[in-house]
């Protein structure tokens, strides 16, 4: 403070209590730019900055709860340099600082110096609200574990718990992973003890929380019975009770609850809408769709979604047919309706008439053409969105790799790495999953490696690509390092197998001729196998001549999908190798009794980073005339490959050797590398 402003402030006619008073009232008006700071900051600490400014200016000396609501302004404005230079400004700063600086640090995603913050606050001046700051940050970032740690030392402190720390600590235990039914009953014992269980807040945490262990049938009960003694319930209470029903699919619960309503709040619709629609569960939504408020979610798209999953497609179409103001919610809903039911040309016609496309429908559209066989139309897709304009997300990248992936083609699918890296996606595990599945479907096992090792984060889909990729290749050294990463899958990164994991693995030790270790993973599963499973021991029979073993494979295909083709080709391929042409005959009879048919093969080669398919036509005149007609159209489905590679070869550039190279061709299964006159999988396909 200046001489002259220590002089002006001695005088009589300055009162420095209604000095202070007055800054005071300045600094709350601001209190309605501080709530809104999210939206406008800068306004907030324009104004706050030039308070700031005249107080200085003035030679005042901020008293404590002056300094307090600055430090609090700053680090709502975003100013958290000005916040802790005011508070490091402080001779003794108080609880009230030291709340606010810690509560600044949270908000700006800084935990630990938030942590260290409340760690160097003296015992003696902690209180309850610095307790619940600290719990509420952790709870927010869903840290549950030192949530806990806090709780406990505040009640070793001696301090009673309030409302705002029980709903802080629940919420935060409920984000714990594993949490089980003996804390949630230590935590209810403590709410009981202080008397808040009456408190609707504190209630619905203890719901929600009893609902996160729910794989105990004892924890559903506590729920029930914490929400049947509550004297008053609100909107969360329903809610967060239909929810915990409906999501363990436990729809009579939640049915008995709800009918019993009397009035039903949109959130309550919305919850047991959503509920059924993910439990497929039509029945309900038909009967009372009739009483949906229309203030409910945008109802007409809810039901044109909730339809889609229930696999009613034709009702959601006709839902979606009556609304009058169709929004890009409506576009979207009905093609990712038709798209996941496989629904291709229907899905297409939609797109199609839509007004405008978002980037969401262009990566719907893009990713149903790449997954249900459509890859070439998908490519061509990817390159008319970015003509457009639309720039692709990283899921849009992912969609147009699996549609390189299925193509083969492995020009188009670097370009896409290229386009990817620039637009950032790199780190995407949903792009860098398709990236590695394109390499490896492709042919470049190597690409495929160093896409899964550079990787940020693996999940349970990289592992399992990765695996696959290595037994696709079909080399001795390439399945035993598949073997090794399903071991390095469980032990090192915690990651549950699930049936890909396990078919892959399965497919790997009947490619190297331990099926007896493949059966011994199969009976140890701890699941029903799967189709996946029982057709690479059909594969592994056949090769190795276990005929007993591929017969009673081809039977639990035979009752899991009884339409599918690949299956009596390898059984039929099986009984051909033994020569007991009685049975192949047999299997032949049994695809025409059942009315199965084999799809037509064909092949594609990527020559000059164009596409070209090469296979099966209805013209048959070329083909030897004592072959009956659907065995010429099967005799051009098996030379598809050698049609391919002979175009590759025409292709050549001149000069190019025609012998001597190694010649890369995929089949359904797996690659193929011939070189030398040897195949790299052994004759195992």
């Not at 409920?174 to 949630?184: E, F, M, N, R």
Request: aromatic share 8%; with cysteine; net charge positive.
């Amino acid at each position: 403070m200046t001489r002259a402003a220590a002089a002006l402030l001695r005088a009589p006619s300055i009162d420095v209590a209604a000095l202070a008073n007055t800054y005071a009232a300045h600094l709350n008006r601001l209190a309605p730019l501080a709530a809104a700071a999210a939206s406008s900051p800068r306004r907030l600490l324009r104004r706050l900055r030039s308070l700031h400014a005249r107080i200085l200016t003035s030679g005042f000396v901020p008293r404590s709860h002056i300094r307090n609501r600055l430090i609090d302004l700053y680090s709502k404005s975003g100013d958290l340099a000005a916040s802790r230079w005011l508070f490091d400004a402080t001779p003794r700063p108080d609880v009230v600082a030291r709340t606010s600086l810690l509560v600044a640090y949270a908000n700006a995603g800084d935990l630990r110096r938030a942590r260290q913050l409340f760690d160097d606050m003296p015992l003696g001046i902690r209180d309850v609200v610095s307790y619940n700051s600290m719990i509420s940050v952790y709870s927010r970032a869903e840290e549950g574990a030192p949530a806990v740690e806090v709780f406990c030392g505040m009640l070793r402190s001696g301090l009673c718990p309030d409302d705002y720390t029980f709903t802080g600590i629940l919420s935060a235990a409920a984000s714990t992973p594993g949490v089980d039914l003996g804390h949630c009953g230590q935590l209810h014992a403590a709410v009981v003890k202080c008397g808040a269980e009456s408190v609707i807040s504190v209630s619905n945490a203890l719901i929600a929380l009893y609902f996160k262990c729910a794989s105990s049938s004892v924890a559903v009960t506590c729920a029930r019975k914490v929400f049947d003694a509550m004297p008053d319930r609100d909107e969360l209470t329903w809610t967060t009770i239909l929810v915990g029903y409906t999501r363990l699919n436990d729809l009579d619960g939640a049915r008995e609850l709800f009918d019993g309503m009397l009035q039903k709040p949109d959130v309550v619709w919305n919850a047991m809408i959503s509920g059924h629609g993910k439990s497929m569960h039509a029945r309900f939504i038909r009967a009372r769709h009739g009483f949906m408020p229309q203030s409910a979610l945008p109802v007409e798209n809810v039901l044109v979604t909730l339809y889609s999953r229930c696999g009613e497609i034709d009702c959601a179409r006709r839902v979606f047919d009556g609304i009058r103001a169709k929004d890009p919610v409506s576009w979207n809903a009905i093609l990712s309706g038709f798209v996941d039911l496989g629904r291709i040309s229907d899905a297409r016609q939609v797109f199609d008439s839509m007004p405008s496309k978002s980037q969401v429908a262009w990566t719907v559209m893009i990713s149903g053409l790449a997954q249900n066989g459509f890859g070439e139309e998908g490519v061509r897709l990817f390159s008319s969105m970015k003509s457009e304009g639309v720039q692709p997300c990283d899921y849009t990248f992912a969609g147009a790799l699996t549609a390189c992936a299925a193509l083969g083609a492995l020009e188009h699918g670097c370009q896409l790495h290229a386009q990817l890296i620039r637009s950032g996606y790199e780190a995407s595990n949903s792009a860098a999953n398709a990236l590695l599945t394109m390499y490896a479907k492709c042919g470049s096992v190597e690409a495929a490696h160093l896409v899964f090792l550079i990787m940020p984060n693996l999940d349970s889909v990289s592992w399992n690509a990765m695996v696959a990729a290595l037994g696709q290749h079909g080399q001795g050294s390439l399945v035993e390092e598949g073997l090794r990463y399903f071991s390095v899958l469980q032990r090192d990164y915690g990651i549950s197998p699930g049936e890909d994991h396990y078919a892959q693995v399965i497919d790997l030790l009947g490619r190297s001729g331990q099926v007896t270790k493949a059966m011994d993973m199969i009976k140890s599963l701890p699941f029903e196998p799967g189709p996946s499973i029982w057709e690479a021991i059909l594969s592994a029979s056949r090769i190795h001549g276990d005929m007993n073993l591929g017969i009673h494979a081809a039977d639990k295909l035979f009752e899991l999908n009884p339409r599918h083709d690949g299956t009596y080709i390898l059984l039929s391929n099986m009984y051909a190798s033994a020569c007991r042409w009685d049975d192949v005959a047999r299997v032949r009879k049994l695809m025409k009794e059942r009315q199965v048919k084999k799809e037509p093969g064909c092949s594609w080669i990527e020559v000059f980073t164009k596409m070209r398919k090469l296979g099966y036509v209805p013209d048959t005149k070329f083909v030897l005339h004592d072959v009956v007609s659907e065995q010429k159209e099967y005799v051009l489905s098996t030379h598809s490959e050698k049609l391919a590679v002979a175009y590759g070869f025409l292709k050549l550039p001149p000069g190019a050797t025609v012998v001597a190279r190694e010649v890369v061709v995929r089949d359904g299964r797996r690659f193929h590398h011939f070189k030398d006159g040897v195949c790299s999988c052994g004759n195992y396909w």
